[in-house]
């Protein structure tokens, strides 16, 4: 009797609800501008899995003039993170993809006999990793220990260790969060520097070479920029906006510096084929080596141990790396069209540039570009764009031929633009330098 009472009572008992609990929490359908656009007539939502509201925005259209030859740009999308303490540069060394050598081993160097400025440490290009080994930031490491104007006014360990950490400023705070999370006990002080206590200036002079040591000026410290050849510099400008003197004055540049503009900058950088920040290296998605970090010198493969590192050297001693960051130049493409329309070389054209004002706008970062007539084969995916030059993620065995994307300009229409890829000439020599594959 007894059984059979529990047979009943279980019988009346309702089951648990996770079907009814996940029912009441179920996520609205959400639909993507692509998705939308590909059914103009209908009326129900497209589901895309892809739509969110962190998904990359369309990239910038506008068409500036070429760069001046010698010019500064104000970075306003790059921030600071000011990082002290004894144990800085062992916290960093475990961390970063570059070695970070301790201050210790970094002694400031005299200045110059009849020179009003003195080498300093040079900074260090270098990415934090998540645990599978995919980019979350892409950084400039700056020692400031040694360095009075910079330490003196960033951090309160005028003593000890010290550091200027450069990155992503949309990820100025998320990076400061995940670098608090691997504190522990170490004896380090972390705090975002604000835009007014110390600005970045990206600066470059193509009449005469770059000075391969970085120099603390009057109210400035320059850092040679040396991810790629001809770059130019990196500028830390303490209290930006704290000085009646002309901007190029306080940066000690080279005469003839002009003002230029932050899609100027992105447009030089294109050229030389090196992405930054996480637009284009998108966190947690961009790999290591697909994003030319070995070739620009932002890994040490003989370093110790640091988070990430297994799928990075995994793919350094495997020797594979099928796809790379490379510039592209992006023409008109229509059937019958002369082969000598198809550019020769990497060059910016601001008149082919204005004639796709307007339509690069509508392309999104991670847009597909294939090779061939009808849907084709995929080959590269899109990163960014000024004018008639870009970036896009290329598969290597794959830069001969004719490519393509096509654009939607409305409802019904699409525009067909062609491109063609460029293998920057400094990789061959960064190859024998670095070793990488």
């Given at each position: 009797?007894?059984i059979?009472?529990s047979?009943?009572f279980?019988m ?6 996770p ?6 929490v ?11 656009a590909r059914?103009?007539f209908s009326?129900?939502?497209?589901i895309c ?13 506008q068409?500036?003039?070429?760069p001046?030859?010698?010019?500064h740009t104000?970075?306003t999308?790059?921030a ?17 993809t570059?070695?970070?050598p ?23 290009y270098?990415?934090f ?8 930031h892409d950084?400039?490491i ?6 009075p ?5 960033l ?9 200027l950490?450069e990155?992503d ?16 006990r ?5 705090r975002?520097?604000?835009a007014?206590?110390c ?8 009449s005469?070479p ?6 603390e ?13 001809g770059?130019g ?5 303490p209290?930006?906006a ?7 004055a306080?940066?000690g ?12 900058y992105?447009?030089?950088?294109y050229?030389h084929?090196v992405?930054?920040g ?8 961009a ?8 070739y ?9 141990c640091?988070v ?7 793919t ?6 099928r ?6 130049v ?5 059937e019958?069209?002369?082969?000598g ?7 910016y ?12 706008g509508k392309?999104r ?8 007539e ?13 004018g008639n ?9 794959n ?5 393509r994307?096509k654009?939607?300009?409305?409802e ?26």
């Open positions: 009797m007894t059979y009472r047979r009943i279980r009346h008992i309702k089951p648990p609800g079907y009814r609990a996940m029912r009441a179920r996520r609205p359908l959400t639909a993507c501008g692509r998705c939308l059914r103009p009326t129900s939502a497209t899995q892809s739509a969110s509201p962190s998904s990359p925005p369309p990239t910038t259209s068409v500036p003039p070429p001046p030859l010698a010019g104000h970075l999308t790059r600071l993170i000011s990082l002290a303490g004894p144990d800085a540069s062992r916290f960093l060394q475990g961390l970063t570059a070695h970070i301790p201050a210790a081993s970094q002694p400031p160097a005299p200045p110059p006999s009849g020179s009003g400025s003195r080498p300093q440490p040079a900074a260090i270098s990415a990793l998540n645990a599978q080994g995919r980019i979350l950084v400039f700056y020692p400031t220990t040694h360095v104007l910079l330490s003196g006014i951090t309160s360990h005028t003593a000890e260790e010290s550091y950490i990155v400023a949309a990820e100025q705070d998320q990076l400061l969060r995940w670098l608090k999370r691997y504190k522990l170490s004896k380090i002080s972390l975002a520097v604000s007014d206590e600005g970045v200036i990206g600066a470059w002079g193509d005469a770059a000075d391969p040591q970085p120099r000026a009057a109210e400035a410290v320059r850092y040679p920029d040396l991810r790629a050849p770059l510099q990196r500028i830390l400008l209290s930006p704290g000085s009646s003197r002309p901007l190029s306080r940066l540049v080279e005469e003839g510096s002009v003002l230029a503009s932050m899609a100027q992105t447009l030089r950088r050229l084929g992405a930054e996480q637009v284009e290296l998108q966190r947690e998605t790999l290591v080596q697909e994003s030319g970090l070995d620009m010198g932002g890994v040490d493969f003989r370093k110790g640091y990430g590192q297994e799928l990075v050297i995994r350094q001693h495997t020797g594979v790396v796809k790379r960051v490379v510039p592209v992006v023409y008109e493409g229509r019958g069209e002369e082969q329309r198809v550019p020769e070389k990497l060059e054209s601001e008149e082919d540039g204005r004639a796709f004002e307007g339509v690069l392309v970062v991670g847009d597909d570009i294939v090779r061939g009808g849907k084709g084969r995929r080959v590269a995916r899109w990163m960014g764009g000024v030059v870009g970036l896009a993620l290329w598969r290597l065995e830069v001969e031929g004719e490519f994307f654009v939607a300009e409305g019904e229409q699409e525009r067909e633009l062609r491109l063609k890829p460029f293998l920057p000439e400094w990789w061959e020599q960064r190859k024998k330098g670095t070793g990488s594959v």
